[in-house]
């Protein structure tokens, strides 16, 4: 079975520029979470979403993020406009209504110049 | 945002030790995992405990969950050098509608041959 996808892996901008980071669930799977990691925060929970519906965004840092979750197998995270000190991985991750055991995707690694 | 307290931080070894590291909190939860991420990967799923005192095994990996539902061990028996990596532990207080992680700060492990 496929696993978390994500897209792009790696993602190289200039600041002010739009940012959009995709991601698909593992099919059948209700929740979606993004996660932002640093080496001086470490991971850091942004936003989850439960059947498509945010419930959680408190994470989000500022107005500059925004996410979308339009139907059960696509997600995105944009960041407008983005900033140097956006530069981090993020990470989707999805799971089922059994609570707890998230599975991640291999992150996008986004560096704003 | 909370975090959970892992130590050690890091960690030399030789291979075919054990390794022993632990993970605590002042807060109380009913859930706890054990991720481990490579370098440029997202966390992967190790080891997930639902129940105090509960002790799981996955192959040459064995983890527990604390009486106190405060703190949690993961051991690793004889180890390989591709146990290199960083071990996270997470945990959550599920509230029946929620499923939110917090994550610990880490516990790198390298292994010398």
């Known amino acids: 079975d496929a696993g978390v996808i994500q897209s792009p892996r790696h993602e190289v901008t200039e600041m002010g520029q739009e940012v959009t980071l995709r991601c698909k669930p593992i099919s059948g799977h209700d929740y979606l979470f993004w996660y932002r990691q640093t080496m001086m925060r470490g991971l850091e929970l942004l936003i989850y979403?439960?059947?498509?519906?945010?419930?959680?965004d408190s994470g989000m840092p500022e107005d500059r993020f925004s996410a979308k979750m339009p139907n059960a197998s696509f997600s995105t995270l944009k960041i407008q406009p983005s900033e140097p000190r956006d530069s981090a991985v993020y990470f989707c991750a999805s799971s089922l209504r059994r609570v707890g055991e998230q599975f991640f995707g291999p992150g996008t690694r986004l560096t704003v110049l | 945002g909370q975090q959970l307290n892992q130590s050690p931080q890091s960690m030399f070894i030789q291979e075919g030790e054990d390794v022993s590291m632990n993970c605590t909190s002042s807060s109380i939860f009913n859930t706890w995992l054990w991720y481990k991420q490579d370098p440029g990967e997202g966390p992967v799923l190790l080891i997930a405990l639902y129940k105090a005192g509960e002790l799981t095994s996955n192959g040459r990996l064995t983890a527990q969950f604390g009486i106190t539902r405060k703190d949690s061990f993961l051991n690793i028996s004889a180890s390989i050098p591709s146990d290199v990596g960083i071990y996270f532990c997470?945990?959550?207080?599920?509230?029946?509608?929620?499923?939110?992680?917090?994550f610990g700060t880490g516990t790198r492990l390298q292994v010398t041959l």
């Open positions: 997470a945990a959550s207080l599920n509230t029946g509608t929620a499923s939110k992680l917090t």
């Open positions: 979403f439960n059947n498509n519906v945010p419930i959680d």
